[in-house]
């Protein structure tokens, strides 16, 4: 069976990277022998021809915002590979979960089979956070907390959507995600 090669290259899936950082980090991972890497994307857009056309790769189209669908592609993906509690992707990297939903549907279908998952968030987090927190100093990891104040909680979510589902998607990893089985991080 093809995942249980001991001289196997290591397998890093991409989820999303059609464009900028997810297009560089894919480019990079492939020139490198030792890996095989795979992603997923909508192939919605017009860069997708370039993401192709990468050498050692190996796409697969899912739709990320139908979370059947992408739980049963990437548990499909994983058993075709042989990913396994033994024999785990070496890192699975998500620059394509923008709501909590997103990653939820990840950890049920790779929980116990990945080595490390790497969520791309966003600074965008701290414009729903303690604001006067941030008055005090430059901005560190430890300010991203949401206030107190129910009131200015929402007023922040109105104003930064896309902050505020970054933020959520943390918050999710942090409060259920079982880090022996899941082991993450996450950049800003």
């Known amino acids: 069976m093809e995942g249980q ?10 989820l999303g990277g059609s464009v900028f950082m997810g297009l560089s980090t894919l480019r990079k991972l492939a020139g490198h022998t030792e890996y095989e890497v795979h992603y997923i994307n909508r192939g919605r857009n017009h860069w997708n021809n370039e993401v192709r056309n990468i050498e050692n790769t190996h796409f697969s189209w ?13 548990q499909y993906l994983s058993k075709k590979l042989g990913m396994s509690e033994t024999n785990k992707w070496e890192a699975v ?42 008055k005090q100093s430059a901005i560190v990891e430890e300010y991203a907390v949401r206030p107190k104040d129910e009131k200015l909680r929402e007023q ?23 880090r022996t089985q899941f082991p993450f991080i996450i950049f800003r």
């Open 5 to 14: 090669n001991s001289e196997r290259k290591k397998r890093v899936l991409i």
């Open 62 to 74: 899912g739709n990320r915002r139908d979370r059947e669908d992408i739980t049963k592609l990437l």
């Open 93 to 134: 990297i998500d620059f394509s979960a923008f709501k909590y939903h997103d990653i939820r549907s990840v950890y049920d279908a790779l929980k116990g089979k990945t080595k490390l998952y790497l969520f791309i968030s966003s600074d965008s987090v701290y414009d729903v956070c303690d604001r006067e927190v941030r």
């Open 156 to 178: 922040y979510k109105a104003d930064e959507e896309y902050g505020h589902d970054k933020l959520k998607c943390e918050e999710y990893l942090y409060k259920v995600a079982d």
